[in-house]
């Protein structure tokens, strides 16, 4: 999938993980103004999806907890481009092994952990933007954004709750 951006040549990909059916009104304002959407897993109805959607276009790969119909046509892993950078996104990077690294990959997104990140190992961006959902130990609650400008790209990450 190649993200089309508008007339700006800067690109805001919002990242969210691991909503678990809970779509919290910080998440969508957070979202907000980003040209497209990445969801990395534990969606858990479809539901939360189309709420995204009426924000940007939605990139959604199945996590360990999105079962059933729905959830049956969501990939395990998902590629996109925008502008020069080829993101990967997984739900656990532990499903991933390595990084393919003939295939161009400048970043990897995951979830699973709940536990926001961000690494950079052997040029590759490595991103968990944390969990949107249901606050889990004394995890935050987070959500995250990539800003890409032609092959540039930078990562970050922000509490939704205090």
């Known amino acids: 999938m190649t993200v089309r951006t508008s007339s700006s040549s800067i690109a805001r990909i919002g990242l969210i993980s691991d909503t678990h059916n809970l779509v919290r009104p910080e998440a969508l304002r957070y979202l907000d103004g980003c040209d497209a959407i990445i969801h990395a897993g534990d969606i858990c109805k479809p ?3 189309d709420a995204l959607a009426r924000i940007a276009p939605v990139t959604a790969v199945r996590g360990n907890n999105d079962t059933g119909d729905w959830a049956a046509s ?4 998902a590629r996109l481009t925008v502008q020069q950078v080829t993101i990967l996104v997984v739900h656990d990077l532990a499903e991933l092994g390595c990084v393919p690294r003939d295939e161009g990959i400048r970043v990897v997104v995951s979830g699973h952990s709940h ?4 690494d950079e190992r052997d040029g590759v961006l490595f991103v968990n933007p944390g969990s949107a959902g249901p606050r889990r130990f004394k995890l935050p609650i987070c959500a995250g954004r990539l800003v890409i400008e032609g092959a540039q790209v930078s990562a970050s990450f922000d509490a939704l709750l205090a």
């Open 47 to 49: 539901d939360v999806l």
């Open 74 to 77: 969501l990939p395990t892993h």
């Open 115 to 118: 536990k926001p990140s961000i």
